[in-house]
């Protein structure tokens, strides 16, 4: 049998990204992206409803996802699906699901949305064990 946890988005980030570097030295962005529906009822009246996506890039994407990322940045993202548990100081456990980025295209045009560089594609490099290192990162 063949598996598949694909997700792909399209969309407005939330908040500028946060960049940090775990103990062993890797860096890992995280950031939000808002994607929209839009529909109009059969009475004729336009809804709209938000849904809000947490994304994690590792390694190279990370840095460039930092550098180039900024609240209101329109944005591809393509990776798979993954959630996460851990409990806090008062021992209550949360979940967290998110998206473990491969790639991310910066879809704004040049100077426009805080985008400095050319719009393009950054491939994420290949899934190391480190990345359970995450847990370690309070964010």
Not at 38 to 48: L, S, V
Not at 55 to 73: D, F, M, N, P, T
Request: proline share 4%; glycine share 8%.
């Amino acid at each position: 049998m063949t598996y598949l946890n694909r997700a792909t988005i399209i969309g407005n980030v939330t908040r500028d990204p946060e960049t940090k570097t775990t103990t062993q030295g890797t860096s890992v962005t995280t950031f939000s992206v808002a994607t929209n529906l839009r529909w109009t009822t059969q009475a004729g009246e336009k809804k709209e409803s938000t849904e809000f996506h947490n994304v994690v890039a590792w390694r190279r994407l990370a840095e460039i996802c930092g550098q180039y990322l900024k609240k209101g940045s329109k944005v591809y993202v393509e990776g798979r699906l993954q959630t996460r548990s851990w409990d806090d100081a008062q021992g209550q456990k949360h979940w967290r699901t998110e998206i473990v980025a491969d790639n991310v295209i910066m879809l704004d045009r040049p100077g426009t949305r805080g985008n400095s560089e050319e719009a393009g594609i950054a491939p994420a490099e290949p899934a190391a064990e480190d990345e359970q290192a995450i847990e370690e990162i309070p964010f």
